[in-house]
């Protein structure tokens, strides 16, 4: 162990003594000065060493772990503020988060670095930077020399960029629910540039405000309090929303467990904030990263209890915004002292910003002040009590005197001075944000883009009308009241647009991809059998006539045809069954009438009737009929369930086309176990002698029995199988 110990000794921690040494000696023979807190030059910028590097390192390497906490609370403002407003809103406002980094980085990167800590010297001032516009480090730093400087330009522009893009995430939450999207876009550039000279003036080692003395660690002033007065502004500016102060108004929280989920996302970011506000951990600086941890979770204990209590004396309940702008606004306020802070600085400031949060609450709501998000309690009066604090908690480091500026608060050195500077620091800001401010939010509404959205598209939802989302949520929309018919019927009209026009395309593929999948099967099918199938549109029965499929073909084309024992009729079959449970297709000049078409004759009748001109049927028969067959009747059935049919004729007494006697009445009858049907053919006198008629009487059995439907057939097709005897056509009639 000692040879280890001895080793640390000679390796890492001599030539760090002897750098501190150095530095000391160069900067001041005063023993109590260490380092500057707040820079965005290097402390050890003038001196060259490996020891150095080392330093350069570790700094760097805070800074960047720092800003990359900073960064998630983006996501954490995104969820508070979509929690906090309506449902049909909540995508547009997470949406405009993004657009604050993206848009905001932009314009910070071109312009606001440059504005806030550009060095040009003819043009240097303690009112605006110059220098430094679209930030480069290695175009400033291209020497071997300077290669540590470039490293740590890059680590402190990523922390300041995470800072001020949170600037303008604070609007998006006042202005929530009524600002056009583009418009919030060029506003947000807008307050990137604002919020510049602000963090010049605190920050910047020639700032008018730094020069004398105030002190704000992490941005209570140059990012908060801008973005909290702007915020205030513009939510007056566009004022309440739709029957936002109506007695029935119905706006509320639309997650308040996506707001409380911010709330903890918030949390983890501002210690980010603050501990990486010490810019680095060497020169001593670590001990004020630790104490700016330990203030900031103390604050917050502070400012959570409070709010609990204040809500339960008050309500009874545990109000879910009490407790969220608690908790937040006391971590605003202790932002500036942070780094200086004891534990009961902190415990007592975080508690005074929140019983302040809690107080402005009802101001708002009786000057009908829309703040949906809670901008102003959170991030205004807390960074206006916070700068306050300063000015009378401050109390000066033992070792780094520089980290207040050798001045020490009212409780610690009985002056006002330092009060007296933060309280300039805080109307000056509050001044120049609020006039800048004003003059955007006037200048975007009166351009052609606008500002605020119409009563018609505020009361639809951003989501709607800004990205084309009827969606999820559509289920959870609440409509202010009151609603007339015509305002309740465009609403609805509009939030179903999407889904109905998404539903019927969804349809029509379906139904077009049914058809082609019929129209395959029908080809596939026809293919398979020869011929394609006959289509009765689902609407009625087609008869097709099919032969046996143990027939003879080599008889069948040999053989004549053969007929009835008079001579007249249809062909009889030369084998198989009497009936195949088929009958042959009609004629394609049929004409088909129905028993519902005749004129009534007393009971309507429950059939059809097919009445048709030309040859006889080609109907089979049975090979020996008889004078009166009986059709076929329940008893002869084989089983209860199989079904039989049988075709009987009766002889015509004359077979001339055009006859009296030709005219023909078949009856068909199915046996089974429902319905029995006959099919009888048996001459008539009661039909026109003019016309060959063919009737098929189909009775029913049963209650759950229907009517047959009869259509007009194609031509005659044959089914599966192929015909392997095909019967020989009538002989011409003489």
């Not at 309440?240 to 983890?268: C, I, K, Y």
């Not at 002040?369 to 205004?380: A, E, K, N, T």
């Not at 309740?488 to 077009?512: C, D």
């Amino acid at each position: 162990m000692g040879n280890l110990e001895n080793l640390y000794k000679n390796i890492y921690l001599e030539p760090l003594m002897q750098v501190y040494n150095t530095l000391r000696n160069e900067y001041s023979a005063d023993v109590s000065y260490k380092v500057e807190v707040h820079e965005i030059h290097h402390y050890a910028e003038n001196a060259h060493s490996p020891e150095v590097d080392k330093l350069y390192q570790d700094d760097a390497v805070w800074i960047i772990s720092s800003s990359f906490i900073i960064f998630t609370m983006h996501s954490g403002f995104g969820l508070l503020e979509s929690g906090s407003v309506s449902a049909k809103d909540e995508v547009n406002i997470m949406v405009k988060n993004v657009v604050d980094v993206v848009f905001g980085g932009l314009s910070y990167w071109s312009c606001g670095f440059g504005l806030s800590y550009g060095d040009y010297e003819p043009w240097r001032n303690p009112y605006i930077g110059f220098g430094k516009f679209f930030y480069d480090p290695t175009r400033d730093y291209g020497t071997r020399e300077s290669i540590n400087q470039e490293g740590w330009s890059y680590a402190s522009f990523l922390f300041q960029l995470s800072l001020a893009t949170t600037a303008s995430t604070i609007v998006s939450g006042a202005v929530a629910e009524r600002a056009k999207l583009k418009s919030y876009i060029l506003l947000g550039c807008i307050v990137i540039l604002i919020q510049a000279l602000p963090a010049h003036w605190v920050w910047d080692k020639e700032g008018v405000f730094y020069k004398k003395g105030v002190v704000d660690f992490a941005g209570c002033s140059a990012v908060h309090m801008v973005g909290g007065i702007i915020g205030l502004i513009a939510t007056v500016y566009l004022k309440p929303r739709r029957n936002r102060f109506n007695e029935d108004s119905v706006h509320q929280m639309s997650s308040p467990t996506n707001a409380l989920l911010g709330t903890f996302l918030l949390w983890w970011g501002w210690f980010g904030i603050n501990a990486g506000s010490v810019w680095g951990i060497t020169g001593g600086r670590w001990r004020l990263g630790a104490r700016a941890a330990v203030a900031t979770i103390m604050a917050s204990i502070g400012g959570g209890a409070t709010a609990i209590t204040i809500s339960f004396v008050k309500t009874k309940k545990l109000q879910v915004n009490f407790l969220i702008n608690g908790i937040l606004s006391s971590i605003v306020s202790i932002t500036a002292i942070c780094a200086v802070s004891r534990p009961w600085h902190a415990l007592v400031i975080g508690s005074i910003s929140s019983c302040f949060s809690i107080a402005v609450l009802p101001l708002l709501d009786r000057l009908h002040i829309d703040d949906p998000v809670g901008i102003v309690p959170i991030h205004l009066t807390s960074s206006i009590w916070g700068m306050i604090a300063v000015g009378i908690f401050c109390e000066e480091d033992k070792y780094l005197t520089s980290a207040t500026n050798n001045m020490s608060g009212l409780l610690y050195s009985w002056s006002f001075e330092l009060l007296g500077v933060q309280l300039l620091c805080t109307v000056t800001i509050l001044i120049y944000s609020a006039a800048t401010g004003f003059l955007a939010l006037f200048l975007i509404s009166k351009s052609p883009l606008g500002l605020r959205v119409t009563d018609y598209e505020e009361q639809i939802g951003a989501d709607v009308i800004e990205h084309g989302l009827a969606g999820t949520n559509v289920a959870r929309y609440v409509i202010e009241k009151p609603l007339s018919t015509r305002t309740f019927q465009t609403v609805t009209k509009a939030i179903t647009k999407w889904k109905m026009l998404a539903k019927k395309k969804s349809r029509q593929k379906r139904m077009e991809a049914a058809k082609l999948k019929r129209q395959e099967e029908q080809e596939t099918y026809a293919q398979a059998n020869g011929t394609a199938l006959a289509n009765g549109n689902g609407n009625g029965n087609v008869l097709h006539h099919r032969t046996n499929a143990t027939s003879n073909a080599t008889n069948n084309t040999s053989a004549p045809p053969t007929t009835n024992s008079n001579g007249t009729g249809p062909p009889k079959r030369n084998s198989g069954p009497a009936f195949s449970n088929q009958v042959a297709p009609l004629p394609v000049s049929s004409t088909v009438t129905t028993a519902r078409d005749a004129p009534s004759t007393g009971r309507r009748a429950g059939s059809t009737a097919i009445e048709m001109e030309g040859p006889a049927l080609n109907v089979p028969v049975s090979s020996a009929p008889t004078e009166a067959q009986p059709p076929l009747t329940a008893a002869d059935e084989p089983g209860p369930s199989t079904s039989a049919a049988v075709v009987s004729r009766r002889p015509s007494l004359e077979s001339k086309p055009g006859s009296a006697t030709s005219r023909k009445s078949i009856s068909i009858t199915s046996v089974s176990t429902g319905t029995a049907t006959g099919i009888s053919i048996a001459p008539s006198d009661s039909r026109p002698s003019t016309t060959s008629a063919t009737s098929i009487y189909s009775k029913k059995s049963s209650k759950n029995s229907t009517l047959g439907k009869f259509v007009r057939a194609p031509a005659p097709r044959a089914l599966s199988p192929p015909m392997d005897n095909p019967p020989n056509p009538p002989p011409p009639e003489v």
